[in-house]
């Protein structure tokens, strides 16, 4: 956390707000804020409400016409925050961009250049703790950023609420950026990756703490549940019986290799999603209705992808060795 504020603090943009939300953590970090870093704002909550609600609050907290939410594990370069304003000024249909992350580790290592979105469901983590690499230093454009370094407008966030709320409240962690981000190509807008904006991530630093079991059921049902939402009809119709059916196989999979856990959490979510359907449903008649700008076919070539069965292989099997 303090490695974060200090490199805050020595930015090249200086008119910004740093406003920390802490859920409920016991360590001393609000008092240590408190006494080394007196501008900042501090908000605290009095149980752990999660990524998504965190940031909710953070967000109805500030005052800025963008908005960048950061993860506490990271050091932020002094250009990082120009770079990121300055592609936003850029073109009107931009919505959100997200920095270029470099494994803290090993900064040789990308943490990943965003998501794409494919036809199995699952995200493609494109260049995931792969090299960094000349050729992908330009603005790529992205299905969805990572939520550990991510810039968006205020207009734009405030035009895809739903709920009254920029972050699905309901996804605890997991998936709540790229529901975010879904809303926003869905809008008519654009996300963008920004090479030029560097940030060092100590990946996993944030989520060590959390069960294996209760992040896969958290990402398997926040999935679910974006995929209803967002996606047109014919685009559902088409990627969530075949996600659900992979989903299935890969809990018996589990299950036949003695990983209960995982089999559990992968039904539970699929429960959970059943339960919260009228839920579900009625923010997909208000995204559609209110939110929808432009036709999936007109942004898909943009945030599609189509990798090998080694991708697959490679990323949940832990390995991580695929290369584009």
């Not at 926003?184 to 654009?190: A, D, E, H, T």
């Not at 290799?257 to 919260?276: D, E, F, P, T």
């Not at 359907?277 to 009625?282: L, P, V």
């Amino acid at each position: 956390m303090s490695g974060c504020l200090r490199s805050l603090a020595r930015q090249s943009f200086k008119n910004i707000e740093i406003i920390v939300v802490d859920n409920a953590s016991t360590d001393g970090s609000v008092e240590y804020i408190q006494s080394h870093f007196p501008l900042v704002k501090i908000i605290q909550n009095t149980e752990n409400e999660g990524f998504a609600k965190a940031n909710n609050i953070g967000y109805e907290a500030s005052e800025g016409d963008y908005i960048f939410f950061l993860n506490n594990d990271t050091v932020v370069q002094s250009a990082c925050i120009s770079e990121l304003v300055k592609l936003m000024r850029k073109s009107k249909d931009i919505g959100g961009v997200q920095s270029k992350i470099l494994l803290m580790d090993d900064k040789t290592r990308l943490d990943s250049i965003g998501a794409f979105l494919t036809p199995t469901g699952f995200l493609y983590h494109f260049r995931f703790s792969q090299k960094d690499i000349r050729k992908y230093n330009r603005e790529i454009p992205l299905y969805t950023a990572k939520g550990a370094s991510m810039m968006f407008s205020r207009s734009v966030l405030e035009s895809i609420k739903v709920d009254g709320e920029i972050f699905d409240s309901m996804y605890f962690a997991y998936f709540e950026e790229t529901d975010l981000c879904h809303r926003i190509w869905v809008s008519g807008k654009r996300i963008l990756y920004a090479p030029k904006a560097v940030v060092m991530h100590k990946m996993g630093a944030t989520s060590g703490t959390m069960k294996n079991s209760l992040i896969q059921y958290h990402s398997f049902k926040n999935r679910i549940a974006t995929y209803v939402k967002n996606l047109s009809l014919s685009k559902l119709l088409l990627i969530l019986p075949f996600h659900i059916l992979l989903c299935e196989g890969l809990a018996f999979a589990s299950l036949y290799q003695g990983n209960v856990s995982l089999w559990k959490a992968i039904n539970m979510a699929i429960w959970w999603n059943m339960r919260m359907w009228n839920r579900t449903m009625m923010q997909r008649q208000y995204i559609q209705e209110h939110i929808r700008r432009l036709s999936d076919n007109t942004f898909y070539p943009a945030i599609m992808r189509y990798p090998s069965m080694r991708y697959y292989l490679s990323f949940f099997g832990g390995a991580h060795d695929y290369e584009e």
